[in-house]
C-alpha cells in the first residue's frame, strides 16, 4: 500500500473557488445547472487555458440501502431518487472535475467513471462483479451512520472486494452524517477503524441539494461545492497512485507513524494540512 | 384549456392471486404521479368479488360505474392486477392492454419464475419496487404510444442508413445480434435482430431506456417477457449523447468493461451530426424538410406488419390545442376506433374465405383531411357549426370492391372548449369506394341521431391516423391512389396530395 498523500498535498484544496477555478467550473455546468456529458462529449475548455483528461474507473461498494446510487447522484448533480430501490445491475455514470495540481500547477480535469451495482445483482449474478472490479482504480466503501451493520461488514467488504487489487486506492465514505442525532457509529469507532485500517475517510450528509430559482432543478454550483472534498480527495489520492505506478515519488512504504491520523474528511480537507502533524 | 377540468385518476393494484396480498399500489392523476392510496378495504373488497367470482368458476373481467372503468387481469394464477381509471377515454380494451404490459414490465425486470414461484412475498415486494418507474411511467401522460398501439414507436432520421451502418458494425464487433439507437424512448434505427423482438418486450424496451434515470452505461439484467422470461438476458445501455442510447442485449458477453469509450468513439464520432440531429428530431419525428400540411396537427402512423409506428403531435403549428391536448385526444381517438369500430380478433366482412380482393401486402397508407371550405356538402357543416371537430382516417384492406376501395372516416366533434371529452356523435361516413364518391360530389355525412355504423374495415396492415382540429368541416375525401387523386380538382386535392404523399413517404421511411 503507498503512503497516503497528505490531504492538500497534491490538489490545491480550495481551487475551486478561486477565480481560475471558477472559470474552470463553468465548463461542467450549463446555465448554473450540471452539464450532463454523453460518452461521445467531454467539457471543453477555451484554447488557451486547455487541460489534459486523467480518466479513472472507481467501483462504490458497500452493503445494500447505504447509499450508494444516492451518492453518485450526489456527485454527478442529478437527482436523488426519492423511492429507495436495489439498483437493477451495474450503472456507470461520469464526473468530470477540474483540479490545480500544487506541484505543477496544472490544471487537470478528471474523469472519475463510478461504478455501481446493487448488492442483491451482485450475489445473484456472476458477471458484475468481476466487471466492476475489472481495471478498476479505486474503492469506495460506503457505510452508513444510522446503520451498524454496514459499518461493521467493511472489513468484510475490503478484503472480499478489494483483497485481490493491493495498487488501487481505497477510500471509506460514512453516509447519512446529518443523521448524528440517531448514529450507530460513534467517533471512537471511526478512531478504531482508522488506526486498523489506515485508509482516508469522508463523511458525507445525505441533505437535498439546493435548488435554482425555479425551485425545481438542482443548484449545479452549489451541488459542486458540496461535494468537492470528495472528488479532491478521491483526485488526490487517484493522482499521487498514478505517481507512485510510475516511479515518479517513492514507492510503497509502510510507515505506521505516517499514517495515523491521516484521514481526510471534509473539514480537514478544507483547513488543507494542518491536521497532519 | 379546459385541461384541468378533466383530470381523472388512475389506480393500479397488483396483489398475489393465492392470499390476496397487496404487492404494490401505484396511481395518477390528471396524467401526473398521484400518492394517494386506495383505502385497504377497497383494495380488499375489489380483490374479494375478483375471489369470489372465481371460486364459482366465473372470470369477473371488467366492471364499469357511473364514472370510473375497473378491470379485474389475473396471470398465471399467481399475479392479480386490477385498475381503476376515471379518465376520459378509457374503455376496457386500453385498461386490458394496460395490465398487461405492466405483467410484462413485472416480468421484464424481476422474471416469471419470481412471479409465478413466490416464495417469499416481502422479497417479492422488495424486488418490484425497481419497476415502479417504468410503472408509473405506463400510468402517465407519455409522449410514446406504444403502450396502446403495441408497436414500436420510431421516429425517421434523415440520415438512417448512416446510423444504420454504424450501428451493424458496433453490434458486430461487441458479438450482439440485437442492437438498437433509442432517442428518449423511440427507436432510431435498429438491428434485423432487434426487429424481431417479440411483443412486449419490443416496446418495453425502448420504453425502460426513456424512463430510467440518466446513466452513462448500464448493464441490466432483463428477462423477456415473451423471448425469455425465465433466463435472464443483460440489457446494455450506453449513453452516446444525454438523451440517446445505445442498447445491446447479450449473453454472458461481452463484459461492461469491454465497452469501452474508444470503441464507441471509433464507430460513432464520424456520424456525430446525424445521431445529434436525431435528437433535435425526437418531438416532431419526422426530418424538418418533410412536407407535412400546416392543418394537420397530429399524425400517427402504423406499420402493423413489421409493428412500427410513429406518433407526433408537433408538427410546427402553434395554433389550436396544446401538445398534451392533441396526444390525448389522438389517443382517445385511437382508442375509441380500435375499441368500438375495430375491436382486436374481428374479421372485417369481406375477411372471409376467398371474398379478398387482394393479398393485405398490397395495402397502402392512407391519410384523412377535412376541408374548410364552409357551407358546401350535404349537411355536413350544419351539423357541425361552431364545433370542434375532430376528423381521422383509418385506411384498411382492400374490399370486394377491389383496389379503389378507401376507408371510412370518422368525423367526432369535440366540446366548445376545445378539449376532452370526446363525444362521438355517431357520425361514421363510409365510402364506397372512389367512383362512388364521386358520382355525388361530396361525401356524405350522417346526421347525429344516426347509429354509428361498423365500418367496413380494419386496421390491418398499414394505417395512418391524422387528425385536424378546429376545422369547421363540410367535406371530406379520401382516396386510395394518388393517381385517383389527380383527377380531382386541383384546388382541392392539393392538401391531399401532400397528406397521401407524406404518409407513403413515411412509409418508405420505417
Aim: hydrophobic letters at 40%; proline letters at 7%.
Amino acid at each position: 500500500m503507498a503512503r497516503l498523500p497528505a490531504p492538500g498535498s497534491v490538489i490545491v484544496p480550495d481551487w475551486h473557488e478561486s477565480t481560475e477555478g471558477k472559470e474552470h467550473l463553468s465548463c461542467i455546468l450549463r446555465k448554473n445547472r450540471r452539464r450532463v456529458f454523453g460518452l461521445l462529449e467531454r467539457p471543453v475548455l477555451p484554447p488557451q487555458v486547455a487541460a489534459d483528461t486523467a480518466s479513472y474507473k472507481i467501483f462504490v461498494s458497500g452493503k445494500s440501502g447505504v447509499g450508494k446510487t444516492a451518492l453518485v447522484a450526489k456527485l454527478a448533480g442529478l437527482e436523488v431518487p426519492v423511492i429507495h430501490h436495489e439498483t437493477v445491475g451495474i450503472q456507470t455514470t461520469v464526473v468530470y472535475w477540474p483540479a490545480k495540481l500544487q506541484a505543477s500547477e496544472r490544471v487537470v480535469i478528471f474523469r472519475f467513471e463510478f461504478w455501481d451495482c446493487g448488492e442483491a445483482a451482485l450475489k445473484k449474478f456472476d458477471h458484475i462483479l468481476p466487471a466492476c472490479k475489472e481495471k478498476t482504480d479505486a474503492f469506495l466503501f460506503l457505510f452508513s451512520f444510522t446503520d451498524r451493520a454496514s459499518f461493521e461488514d467493511l472489513p468484510a467488504q475490503l478484503s472480499r472486494i478489494a483483497g485481490d487489487a493491493p495498487n488501487a486506492v481505497k477510500m471509506v465514505i460514512g453516509s447519512k452524517f446529518d443523521q448524528y442525532m440517531h448514529t450507530d457509529v460513534p467517533e471512537r469507532d471511526l478512531t478504531a477503524f482508522r488506526q486498523a485500517w489506515e485508509l482516508p475517510l469522508l463523511r458525507v450528509k445525505s441533505v437535498p441539494g439546493r435548488r435554482l430559482a425555479d425551485g425545481r432543478t438542482l443548484d449545479g454550483r452549489a451541488g459542486l461545492l458540496d461535494v468537492a472534498h470528495i472528488l479532491n480527495g478521491l483526485g488526490e489520492h487517484l493522482w499521487h497512485q498514478d505517481q507512485v505506478a510510475a516511479g515518479l515519488i517513492p514507492g510503497p512504504r509502510r510507515s505506521p507513524q505516517m499514517a495515523v491520523g491521516q484521514a481526510l474528511d471534509g473539514a480537514s480537507d478544507r483547513r488543507g494540512s494542518q491536521e497532519q502533524d | 384549456m379546459a385541461e384541468e377540468s378533466t383530470e381523472g385518476a388512475v389506480h393500479l393494484l397488483c396483489l398475489t392471486t393465492s392470499s390476496g396480498v397487496p404487492l404494490f399500489c401505484r396511481s395518477s392523476r390528471g396524467g401526473a404521479p398521484s400518492r394517494q392510496q386506495l383505502p385497504f378495504s377497497i383494495i380488499g373488497s375489489l380483490n374479494g368479488v375478483h375471489m369470489f367470482g372465481a371460486n364459482m368458476d366465473v372470470t369477473l373481467r371488467s366492471a364499469r360505474t357511473k364514472d370510473t372503468a375497473v378491470v379485474w387481469k389475473t396471470f398465471h394464477d399467481s399475479i392479480s392486477l386490477i385498475v381503476l381509471s376515471s379518465e376520459q377515454g378509457s374503455p376496457e380494451l386500453r385498461l386490458e392492454r394496460l395490465l398487461e404490459l405492466v405483467f410484462g414490465a413485472m416480468v421484464l425486470l424481476v422474471g416469471l419464475e419470481e412471479l409465478t414461484q413466490i416464495r417469499n412475498v416481502e422479497r417479492l415486494k422488495k424486488d418490484l419496487r425497481a419497476t415502479y418507474g417504468l410503472i408509473d411511467s405506463l400510468l402517465l401522460d407519455s409522449e410514446l404510444m406504444g403502450d396502446l398501439t403495441q408497436c414500436v414507436d420510431c421516429i425517421a432520421p434523415p440520415d438512417g442508413p448512416l446510423l444504420q451502418e454504424a450501428l451493424a458494425g458496433i453490434a458486430e464487433e461487441m458479438g450482439s445480434v440485437f442492437a438498437s439507437l433509442v432517442a428518449r424512448g423511440r427507436v432510431v434505427a435498429a438491428t434485423q435482430g432487434w426487429w424481431r423482438l417479440g411483443a412486449p418486450e419490443s416496446v418495453l424496451l425502448p420504453w425502460l431506456v426513456g424512463t430510467l434515470p440518466v446513466q452513462a452505461a448500464r448493464d441490466y439484467p432483463v428477462y423477456l417477457p415473451h423471448g425469455s422470461p425465465t433466463v435472464p438476458h443483460r440489457l446494455l445501455t450506453l449513453m452516446l449523447l444525454p438523451g440517446l442510447d445505445l442498447c445491446m442485449l447479450c449473453g454472458p458477453q461481452p463484459p461492461l468493461s469491454q465497452v469501452e469509450p474508444q470503441v464507441l468513439e471509433r464507430w460513432w464520432q464520424p456520424v456525430l451530426e446525424p445521431l445529434r440531429a436525431c435528437l433535435a428530431l425526437v418531438p416532431r419525428g419526422l426530418p424538418a424538410g418533410f412536407p407535412v400540411h400546416p392543418d394537420i396537427l397530429g399524425l400517427l402512423l402504423l406499420h402493423l406488419e413489421q409493428r412500427r409506428g410513429l406518433f407526433t403531435v408537433e408538427l410546427g403549428g402553434v395554433e389550436g390545442p396544446s401538445p398534451r391536448s392533441r396526444r390525448r385526444l389522438l389517443r382517445s381517438f385511437y382508442v375509441l376506433v380500435t375499441s368500438s369500430y375495430f375491436p382486436p380478433g374481428q374479421q372485417a366482412p369481406w375477411e372471409g374465405e376467398g371474398s379478398l380482393g387482394g393479398p393485405r401486402s398490397q395495402l397502402i397508407p392512407f391519410l384523412f383531411r377535412g376541408r374548410i371550405t364552409g357551407g358546401e356538402g350535404r349537411g355536413a357543416g350544419r351539423s357541425c357549426r361552431g364545433c370542434q371537430s375532430l376528423l381521422c382516417g383509418v385506411r384498411g384492406g382492400r374490399g370486394p370492391g377491389g383496389p379503389g376501395r378507401p376507408g371510412a372516416l370518422l368525423p367526432f366533434e369535440l366540446g366548445e372548449d376545445g378539449g376532452l371529452p370526446l363525444r362521438e356523435r355517431g357520425h361514421l361516413l363510409q365510402h364506397r369506394g372512389l367512383g362512388a364518391e364521386r358520382a355525388s360530389g361530396q361525401a356524405g355525412c350522417r346526421g347525429p341521431g344516426s347509429p354509428p355504423r361498423r365500418a367496413a374495415i380494419s386496421l390491418t396492415r398499414t394505417s395512418v391516423l391524422a387528425m385536424e382540429l378546429r376545422v369547421r368541416y363540410s367535406t371530406a375525401r379520401c382516396c386510395s391512389s394518388t393517381s385517383a387523386l389527380r383527377s380531382w380538382e386541383p384546388a382541392r386535392s392539393t392538401a391531399w396530395m401532400v397528406a397521401l404523399v407524406s404518409g407513403n413517404r413515411l412509409m418508405n421511411l420505417m
